[in-house]
């Protein structure tokens, strides 16, 4: 291997770094905090909430990782993978499993499901080179809409996720009429004072996230990562780009599958229809806060990015609406808050090349 080579691989291995603007975000949460305190909301309660969001959003954020390290930008198209690992829920549900099996056929169900999504999703990508975050964005509407259809024409008949009256599933389906909702959360939970961990969660946060690490430390992640960094030496290198990032876009795919049911079973709800439109945002936004960039990014990125994120979240928008008595300005603040994070670290693409 030649000096240029090794000197690449390094880069690879190396950490993220951690920019200003997390740490200004890592700087607010913990005023928020005080805030939270001095107004007389519960600071235990707001570190459950954030530990239980940041568990049943994690691999969701985790998907990011193999689009961004390929070279293809954050996937804006998750909702690719989030119908595929929605679908097999649903097939769980119409088999009439419930409990843990129900969740556990459903992961599997989803893996091949969503490899083939994923492996029609990088075909696409590499038609179209240069323009992989705008087609993103408009694969994931767009699929976001025909599973609308299927939603409406799929012939299951099993009463817990039909209407009751005509055909078509509902548009939020009860996790609990199966035994499937919370089985996770409540894995090993325990209390420290009043502060719930949600051992179940963050174990399975933990687990993939272990998983991801040791993929792009091996011989095909940085395969992937040195494509993402530097296509044409990769090339020279004998590395096949193209066949990289279909691969990188399988992994992200199935990681946004079987994300979607821990989060649907951590919420207690399967939401179907328009659920999924804008659910990569909020997982872009997250990423991006913890260091990563719109080319460069890791687990460590994502670990510190999910619990930032969701943290301000859930503190800072109570404490604002308690402050500013009279108003709703949750959702208006969410918005500023994740799209914002996105316009920024949208910017500084250069600066992660």
Excluded: H
Aim: charge should be positive; glycine fraction near 10%.
């Amino acid at each position: 291997m030649t000096d240029q080579a090794n000197t690449s691989v390094l880069r690879l291995k190396s950490p993220g770094n951690i920019g200003i603007a997390t740490l200004i975000i890592a700087a607010f949460w913990f005023t928020t905090l005080i805030g939270a305190y001095f107004t007389g909301i519960s600071v235990q309660t707001l570190l459950s909430d954030t530990m239980k969001r940041a568990g049943m959003n994690g691999i969701l954020v985790l998907a990011m990782v193999p689009a961004i390290q390929s070279g293809t930008g954050p996937n804006f198209a998750l909702p690719v993978g989030i119908v595929c690992g929605l679908f097999a829920l649903i097939c769980a549900i119409e088999f009439n499993l419930t409990g843990a099996l129900c969740l556990f056929v459903s992961i599997i169900l989803s893996i091949p499901i969503a490899v083939i999504a994923g492996y029609a999703y990088g075909k696409l990508l590499n038609a179209v080179k240069g323009s992989e975050m705008t087609i993103a964005t408009y694969t994931g509407f767009s699929i976001t809409a025909l599973m609308c259809l299927v939603w409406m024409m799929v012939p299951f008949t099993n009463e817990k996720i039909g209407w009751f009256l005509g055909e078509g599933l509902r548009e939020t389906i009860q996790l609990g009429a199966v035994d499937a909702a919370f089985i996770i959360n409540n894995f090993m939970a325990f209390k420290i004072g009043e502060i719930i961990i949600p051992t179940g969660l963050l174990l399975i946060f933990g687990f993939f996230s272990v998983l991801v690490w040791l993929f792009f430390d091996s011989k095909s992640g940085i395969a992937i990562s040195a494509g993402g960094i530097n296509p044409k030496f990769a090339q020279a290198t004998g590395l096949n780009i193209d066949r990289n990032r279909i691969l990188a876009n399988i992994l992200s795919t199935v990681l946004g599958a079987i994300g979607i049911i821990v989060y649907s079973q951590s919420f207690g709800y399967a939401q179907l229809y328009t659920a999924p439109l804008m659910m990569a945002f909020p997982a872009v936004a997250a990423v991006l806060i913890g260091g990563a960039t719109a080319s460069r990014a890791n687990v460590l990125n994502v670990i510190i990015g999910v619990f930032l994120f969701q943290g301000l979240l859930t503190t800072a928008l109570p404490v604002a609406n308690e402050i500013f008595k009279g108003t709703d300005l949750s959702e208006v603040m969410r918005m500023i808050i994740q799209n914002g994070i996105i316009l920024y670290a949208l910017t500084q693409v250069k600066r992660g090349g």
